[in-house]
């Protein structure tokens, strides 16, 4: 089975100040990784994802994610955070569990506020 | 737009008073799923239709059932709701074939249900 660390549960940053939201995973065969935005009271927004070729996926508001296989990681970064960016960010990974049938499992999120 | 859409945003009931949660999508997926989220909490899967297969996680209550009537629909049925099931309700969809490529879940905006 696999599973999803979210190592920082609430990351406080200064505006304009670069983060990285750590997520390391656990699975025994191939994956596919996703980072998702939730802002208050809304549902789960798609930020990028990996699914193969490039290590090093982009987001189309500046944010980054690599996959490294050998750390069983998948951090997400951002080299100048915006007060809009204040939200909770998922990790998760899709892997085949058995007969036919895809799971997406998710971290437990990580708080980030960026502050004025 | 194509999007996914779930109603009511917000709804509340008594303990014990069976409610439905409703979610339609414009995208023509043939996988919806519904996820449990409670405050501070990743999402957990409930159950998920691939067309029109119900497929059950082991851990989820009898108390929750899903009804699929078409491609485009599905519902959520809490026959008796507990204190403990006040929580936000997403509702997803994404296009799998066979082999699983990967397509990420598109979330509607859910529904946040409080019991009395």
């Known amino acids: 089975a696999q599973s999803v660390t979210q190592l920082d549960s609430q990351v406080p940053v200064f505006e304009e100040a670069p983060v990285e939201l750590r997520c390391n995973y656990s699975?025994?065969?191939?994956?596919?990784l996703f980072w998702y935005v939730q802002y208050p009271n809304q549902g789960l927004q798609l930020l990028l994802k990996?699914?193969?070729?490039?290590?090093l996926v982009e987001s189309i508001n500046g944010f980054e994610a690599e996959f490294n296989k050998s750390q069983t990681s998948f951090h997400l970064r951002k080299p100048s955070v915006h007060i809009s960016d204040t939200a909770e960010y998922f990790c998760?990974?899709?892997?085949?569990?058995?007969?036919?049938?895809?799971?997406?499992?998710f971290g437990k999120g990580t708080k980030l506020s960026v502050i004025p | 737009d194509a999007m996914v859409i779930q109603n009511p945003r917000y709804q509340v009931t008594q303990f014990g008073k069976p409610v439905t949660l409703s979610c339609s999508q414009t995208?023509?997926?043939?996988?919806m799923y519904w996820y449990q989220q409670k405050s501070s909490q990743a999402p957990k899967l409930l159950f998920h239709?691939?067309?029109?297969?119900?497929?059950n996680e082991a851990d989820t209550p009898d108390n929750f059932q899903s009804r699929r009537p078409n491609t485009s629909f599905c519902f959520l049925d809490i026959r008796s709701p507990g204190l403990g099931d006040a929580a936000m309700y997403l509702c997803?969809?994404?296009?799998?074939?066979?082999?699983?490529?990967?397509?990420?879940?598109?979330f509607g905006p859910g529904t946040r249900l409080t019991v009395l």
């Open positions: 990996y699914l193969s070729g490039s290590t």
């Open positions: 239709y691939y067309d029109k297969d119900f497929n």
């Open positions: 699975s025994s065969v191939s994956v596919y």
């Open positions: 998760a990974v899709r892997a085949y569990s058995g007969a036919g049938s895809y799971q997406l499992t």
């Open positions: 995208l023509n997926h043939n996988v």
């Open positions: 997803a969809t994404s296009r799998e074939r066979l082999g699983g490529r990967g397509f990420e879940q598109f």
